[in-house]
């Protein structure tokens, strides 16, 4: 409406415009000789009486010049506006009344992204070791990707300090018990060579060197989240002092929001140069094909349903008396925890779902029975019995010890291998779900994101957790279409992606572009997609903001 009325006003300023041009034409015709320029004042000064008269004909040309500028600018101006406003329209008809069904396998969108990762036009090269500040020693902690947050902070670390990076020790003492190290898990060459150029990493110190030193590697712990400052000014003095430093309990130990370069460098460490071992990554791949024979897509579920683990979230999950004396006493290993209310927690949404609920949340959303589905997990607590009511909703549920048993033998004492080969099904995987937030949901969604906007599906589980309870008040479809509706937001769709939202490893802002000819593609899309006008939107302004940018063309 506020576009139309502009548009009148700005037709009858141009008819107006005519018609002071039309008089001024007539004006000009009959009176060519005429003076238009005026003193302001009676009083002549010998600059003014040198002046020459200005013609009636230099005046109408300057006015037809203004006349026609002032068009043009109107003109661009109600263009805008309209555009602003039809787009506008838009963006408001997706956040209110529209719902476009969503396509539970794949976003339409993905294809207008990608990753980007590459070293910037002014990005210096790795420091050489005989010219480094000194030797950096990582000493990670928790399970496989807790540790694979800590490499690849380390990384970055190493950068800033212009240190010479040692292959980072992998934790031994963690619950898991599992005496890998670094080899056994990652291929070493491969991260040294493919990291080249940002940093110089070693397998050791030099004997030579550590012979020399007059007293062993500093050890010291930062605090979480420390600033790119902190190690300046806290670490590199003790580093140039002694030359080996080593840091305890690495993870989450830098912070989350670092410059374009250096994060980019984390989609580097985490996304490229930290590729399994050659039989990790072939077993992994022979459990992909084999469920790919079976079906042609598959969901892989996350399921972290260990009895630490819910004892460790405080939660209650309906098994009675049992439950709660048998978790209430793994809880006791944690001095440090608080007293926390089940039904608090809940309410909260910090509480994992039951593989009934992950069962319940995919069929609403779409899913049918006879989809293929595999189960990344551990100990599940009670065991079939709890597995059961999702076998029932989707009979054909595989693990990796049923699709591989004779080949995962030899993987079966060591934690952190078994949940490799767990990660690269669930990459592979057409969509992958989690009941949980916990550091593998995080990272696997964080390479999802970067390697194209493969659909992942997070429970929304404060909004789900009331939906839950209190299904049985309902019937299906009410259910089903509350589900939707609750889960839009956590589809792993482009536009769930801002700059600063989260752990960087979950949502890597810094790393994904828009590819160029999305405009192009978007001019054919506008009016039968409300939503992919949103997205662009959104996309640009992740670009103002550094967050997700255009890529060359």
Known sequence: MGVGVGLEKLSLLSTTNLAVLAQANNKCSSSRKHVCWRSSTTTTTPFQQQRKPISWSVMCGFMLFGL????????????????????????????????????????QYSKYYY??????????????????????????????????TGITDAVVVARILNATLVVPELDHHSYWKDDSDFIHIFDVDWFISYLAKD?????????????????????????RKSEPDYYLD?????????????????????????????????????????????????????????????APRFIAVHLRFEPDMLAFSGCYFGGGEKERRELGEIR?????????????????????????????????????????????????????????????????????EMLAEEELKPFLPFSSRLAAIDYIVCDESDVFVTNNNGNMAKILA????????????????????????????????????KVKSCQRGFMGEPDEMRPGRGEFHEFPSSCVCRRPYVDEELSKEVYRSPKLVAINLTAKAYSSSNGIRRGRT
């Open 68 to 107: 026609g500028l002032i068009s043009l600018l109107t003109g661009h101006m109600a263009s805008d506006l309209e555009w602003y406003s039809h787009r506008r329209s838009l963006y408001s008809t997706m956040d209110g009344s529209y719902r476009a069904p969503i396509d539970v396998w794949k976003s």
């Open 115 to 148: 990753g980007c990762a590459e070293r910037g036009r002014g990005y210096a090269p790795a420091v050489p070791e005989r010219m480094s500040n000194g030797y950096l020693l990582i000493g990670t902690s928790g399970g496989l990707n807790q540790q694979r």
């Open 199 to 223: 940093v110089t990493i070693v397998k050791r110190v030099p004997d030579k060197f550590m012979r020399s030193m007059e007293k062993p590697p500093y050890t010291m712990r930062v605090p």
């Open 234 to 294: 806290q670490v590199l003095p003790i580093l140039l002092r002694r030359q080996v430093v080593q840091l305890t309990k690495f993870d989450y130990r830098l912070a989350n929001n670092l410059d374009d370069e250096l994060q980019k460098l984390r989609c580097r460490v985490n996304f490229h140069a930290l590729r399994f071992t050659k039989p990790i990554q072939e077993l992994g791949q022979r459990i992909v094909m084999r469920m790919q024979k079976m």
């Open 332 to 400: 006791k290993r944690w001095t440090t925890l608080p007293d926390l209310s089940p039904d608090g927690e809940r309410k909260r949404g910090k509480c994992p779902l039951s593989p009934h609920e992950v069962g319940l949340m995919l069929r609403a959303l779409g899913f049918s029975n006879d989809t293929y589905l595999y189960v990344a997990s551990g100990e599940v607590y009670g065991g079939e019995e709890t597995m059961q009511p999702l076998r029932d909703l989707f009979p054909n549920i595989y693990t990796k």
């Open 446 to 481: 964080g390479r999802r994101r970067y390697m194209g906007h493969k659909r992942t599906i997070r429970p929304n589980a404060k909004k789900l957790s009331t939906l839950l309870a209190g299904r049985h008040q309902m019937d299906w479809d009410t259910f089903a279409k």
